[in-house]
């Protein structure tokens, strides 16, 4: 199999970023972010989707994190992207719904090659400790318009939004995972009707 790897540098003014991604990894992470929240939510991608992920990050975190973690998912959403190539042989489609404790969120994702975000997690807090909650929709916005994938995020109940933004990032982790696998039945056929994603 062809090695689905991928290294992507951003430095602007506000943020200097590198994320290296491996779909078909073990579920290892190095993550330093400056942004422990948003490290827990990313390792949840890193466990649940069996993608190693490195990830490190400077940003002016002084203004506040929404720079950081904007720019994180648009540079991971490029090194998503560039690691998948063609998208020849894959399943295209990921979907999964995860529960913790009184939590439950659903979450699909399409490899269309048309970036689109469909974001519904009614958050019952807007801060999680030091994090602000908006912060999430810039993080899958900046990945979608980068991965150039379809997103449907949708948290279906839940009542600790520490619980909904961790079975968010765990069914986003699981959907990808089964979108990204190889399909042995249709080990070099395209996906589309199109002949193209």
Not at 64 to 83: N, P, R, S, W
Not at 109 to 121: I, N
Not at 165 to 190: H, I, Q, S, Y
């Amino acid at each position: 199999m062809v090695s689905r790897t991928a290294t992507v540098s951003r430095d602007t003014l506000e943020t200097q970023i590198q994320v290296t991604v491996n779909l078909d990894g073990e579920g290892r992470g190095q993550l330093d972010t400056g942004v422990p929240f948003l490290d827990h939510m990313l390792d949840q991608i890193v466990r649940h989707g069996l993608i190693d992920l490195d990830i490190r990050a400077q940003g002016d975190l002084e203004i506040d994190a929404h720079h950081t973690v904007e720019d994180i998912g648009i540079t991971l959403g490029q090194a998503f992207a560039k690691a998948l190539a063609d998208k020849h042989g894959v399943r295209r489609y990921g979907h999964a719904y995860v529960p913790l404790d009184e939590a439950l969120s659903r979450v699909v994702v399409d490899l269309s090659g048309r970036p689109g975000l469909e974001f519904d997690v009614p958050f019952t807090r807007a801060r999680i400790g030091e994090f602000d909650v908006d912060l999430f929709h810039e993080f899958f916005q900046g990945f979608v318009n980068h991965a150039r994938i379809t997103l449907h995020v949708n948290n279906l109940r839940g009542d600790n939004a520490h619980h909904q933004a961790e079975t968010v990032f765990k069914a986003f982790g699981r959907a990808l995972r089964m979108a990204v696998e190889p399909d042995p039945r249709a080990a070099t056929a395209m996906p589309s009707t199109k002949g193209v994603l």
